[in-house]
């Protein structure tokens, strides 16, 4: 057993909690700090020689919440809602025993403190916050479909008002100590030095040991129960915010809303209850055991390099090299300096290299205005962006990303003369999004060191880049490509080469299915309604535009070019071919499937029914819905089932971190599971015949179906070793 609490007693008789998990740099809440925590709680409140307890961290961070594992195991496991609750009300359990034995306890926040840490200190009776705006305090439950079950939903409204802390509760938010001292989350900031000191003048001081809200007369600040005006009007206007945003997709957002609502009302025992039952509820719920599966446990294994091969010594680019500073060539040069890279930013006119380099001063003119860099970080950032149009400036650079135009010929002409220019370079990636990377590695003599490094738009918010194997690829340039990745501080997945890779390829089925559907006569408002509904970021018509028509035209007459009878046409062909003719490119050509009149609101183009008429009978959402989910699954399986995916984890982070897959489902893979593998071949095989062949389900769900497997049972398993 390990210790994880240092306990020490000052001779006034105040105990210093001290969490430390040994082997690990940031302290989390497991089984072992759990433990400890209740017998030192009962320690304090039995010796009466003690008067009452500090606690704090050994690590830098105070609590980064609970543990992965330990979520991880509760998620992928079925217990009944009797021992969940349990569970789920043990820490609730604890905390309160700990506002209520009769001993002051306080909390020194020496830094970062997330979910159940910062729930901790909430139900200390006085906080006390090193004074570092760097230090952030969040309860981000929410991110990953689940809420605060450590007493945050019932302690953060009594202390800040009902409205405030929904703001922080249902968008999970960080705050800084400055913002949680004006919010009356914390007591006092003080130099990190002198928090403990402080936390124990209070307990000498004054040592109330009775939280405000156990006192009569108590009153949540800012009005509490049903009929205050503001409380009503809150959560009114709060349960209409949610439908909008969420469309009924997150049920944590209701339930954090529910918790609210009927706990702030009632004692703080009975409002325990109240949000661990919800909580319970939440953690049965297969949407949070997927969300927490994907966006929480794989991410962060992916982010860790999980499926780094091993033995390759660890490679730090310190030199980049980035071709065409277009859109994406700016976005990679201005998160690699963000990095500490100097990033060589080449065009093919100085003006043009000049320019991409702007994209970076914007942002950073942006961020320094906010508060978010400061001048000199900000000028130094942009002093590490060198433009040129000299090949000789690549000397040097441990790692050149090609983003010039998508022409095959210009792609390969940049090689040629970068490998010429700096013949011993370590690595050269490309960050083509339809290219076959194979075909591409052969302008570069060492193809096993050239790789595809596939990002996304805009490359300073999008958190994933997609890595691509090509035939030749090895394994060496694969975890040094990783290395970049991690540096750059984004999340890869590895996929092998394809047409489209994974996630341009799978994304591009979403927007092919609303082109269909538009052929089969549906309403253009229920095709993008339904997008949304199924919990996509965007309708698909609305991102085809966004992504250019021309753009989607361009690459398929070059597909079908490369594959000449083995092309299959896809429903929705002769609507772009129509657009096409009509000059409707997308939304940069200002006309598309939308209208984007000046100064105005866009709307859908109302040519599309008049050319494309909707039917007498229109289908439910819910099939609509499912026609756009499962297509994409589909085509998501099927890459697992050709290689291009070598594992179903990097399926899901990619397709919600890559397309915006609905992140409720857990990604296309958790999906599948969640409807079960059987019904979701038999419901594909009756879209199949309904709609056409790209429904047919591949050979390997019918063989995972027929044996009882499913992706995150044994199969996953299998894949991950
Ligand atoms: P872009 O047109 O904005 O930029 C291309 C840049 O390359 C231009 O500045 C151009 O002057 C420069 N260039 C052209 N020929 C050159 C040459 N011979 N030498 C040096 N520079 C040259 O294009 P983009 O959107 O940034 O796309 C670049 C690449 O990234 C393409 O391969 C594209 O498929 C890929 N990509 C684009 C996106 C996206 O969303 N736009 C996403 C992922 C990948």
Request: charged fraction near 25%.
């Amino acid at each position: 057993m390990t210790q994880t609490i240092k306990f020490e007693v000052d001779s006034d008789g105040i105990a210093l909690l001290t969490i430390d998990l040994p082997g690990r740099s940031m302290n989390v809440i497991n089984g072992d700090v759990s433990r400890e925590l209740t017998e030192l709680i009962e320690k304090v409140a039995s010796d009466p020689a003690i008067k009452g307890a500090v606690i704090t961290s050994g690590k830098p961070a105070f609590l980064a919440g609970a543990d992965l594992d330990m979520l991880g195991s509760q998620a992928g496991s079925t217990p009944s809602v009797a021992d969940m609750f349990k569970t789920a009300h043990g820490m609730n359990a604890q905390m309160r025993r700990m506002e209520t034995c009769g001993k002051p306890f306080a909390a020194a926040i020496n830094g970062l403190a997330m979910g159940g840490g910062l729930e901790i200190t909430l139900a200390c009776h006085y906080r006390v916050c090193a004074d570092d705006p760097k230090i952030q305090l969040a309860l981000p439950e929410v991110k990953v479909g689940l809420l605060p079950g450590g007493g945050g939903t019932q302690r953060l409204p009594r202390l800040m008002g009902v409205q405030a802390s929904l703001m922080l509760l249902l968008k999970g938010d960080s705050i800084t100590p400055q913002q949680a001292k004006a919010g009356n989350v914390v007591h006092e900031l003080a130099p990190l030095g002198e928090i403990v000191a402080r936390a124990k003048a209070w307990i000498k001081e004054k040592g109330d040991p009775v939280q405000p809200w156990d006192k009569k007369g108590f009153k949540v600040p800012g009005g509490e129960g049903a009929f205050s005006p503001a409380i009503s009007q809150t959560f009114t206007g709060g349960n209409a915010m949610a439908q909008k945003e969420t469309l009924g997709n997150y049920p944590a957002v209701l339930a954090i809303l529910s918790c609210v609502y009927e706990g702030h009302q009632v004692p703080m025992d009975a409002a325990l209850r109240i949000e661990s039952r919800y909580f319970t509820k939440l953690m049965m719920d297969p949407s949070s055991k997927a969300m927490i599966r994907s966006l929480f446990i794989n991410k962060q294994a992916a982010d860790k390099l999980a499926h780094r091969p091993q033995g390759v010594p660890k490679f730090e680019v310190k030199t980049l090299g980035v071709l065409g500073a277009g859109m994406m060539g700016a976005g990679i040069a201005y998160v690699s300096a963000q990095a500490g890279m100097t990033v060589i930013l080449l065009d093919t006119s100085i003006e043009a290299a000049e320019k991409g380099k702007a994209y970076s001063e914007g942002l950073v003119k942006k961020g320094v205005e906010r508060g978010k860099v400061s001048a000199e970080k900000g000028e130094a950032l942009l002093s590490r962006i060198k433009p040129t149009t000299s090949y000789d400036d690549l000397k040097g650079c441990d790692l050149v990303i090609e983003a010039v135009f998508e022409s095959r010929d210009i792609k390969d002409d940049v090689t040629r003369k970068t490998e010429a220019a700096v013949p011993n370079l370590p690595v050269f990636a490309s960050n083509t999004s339809t290219l076959p990377i194979s075909g591409l590695a052969k302008s570069f003599s060492r193809q096993n060191d050239f790789i595809g490094l596939h990002f996304f738009s805009p490359v300073d918010r999008m958190p994933l880049v997609e890595i691509i194997m090509g035939k030749e690829t090895s394994q060496e340039t694969l975890a040094r490509a990783m290395d970049y990745v991690a540096q750059i501080r984004k999340t890869p997945i590895v996929v092998n080469d394809s047409r489209g890779f994974y996630t341009s390829r799978c994304f591009g089925t979403y927007v092919a299915e609303g082109l269909a559907m538009l052929a089969d006569g549906i309403v253009p408002a229920l095709i993008e309604n339904g997008g949304k509904q199924a919990g996509m970021p965007v309708g698909p018509l609305d991102v085809g535009d966004a992504v250019s028509i021309e753009l989607g035209y361009k690459v398929r007459e070059q597909t079908k070019k490369d594959l000449g009878d083995a092309y299959k046409p896809a429903p929705g062909d002769h609507i772009v071919d129509r657009l096409m003719e009509l000059g409707r490119l997308g939304k940069k050509a200002g006309k598309g499937y939308y209208e984007y009149p000046e100064g105005g609101k866009k709307f859908l183009w109302p040519g599309l029914t008049e050319n494309w008429p909707s039917a007498a009978d229109q289908p439910d959402v819910a099939e609509v819905k499912k026609r756009f989910l499962y297509r994409q699954a589909v085509e998501a399986a099927r890459c697992l089932e050709e290689n291009v995916l070598t594992n179903p984890a990097d399926g899901d982070i990619g397709a919600i971190f890559g397309w915006g897959f609905a992140p409720f489902t857990g990604g296309p893979f958790s999906l599948i599971d969640a409807v079960g593998l059987d019904a979701f071949v038999r419901e594909c095989d009756r879209l199949a015949q309904q709609y056409g062949p790209r429904f047919t389900p591949p050979k390997l769900l019918r063989d995972m179906a027929a044996s009882g497997e499913s992706f995150y049972g044994k199969k996953a398993k299998a894949a991950a070793e």
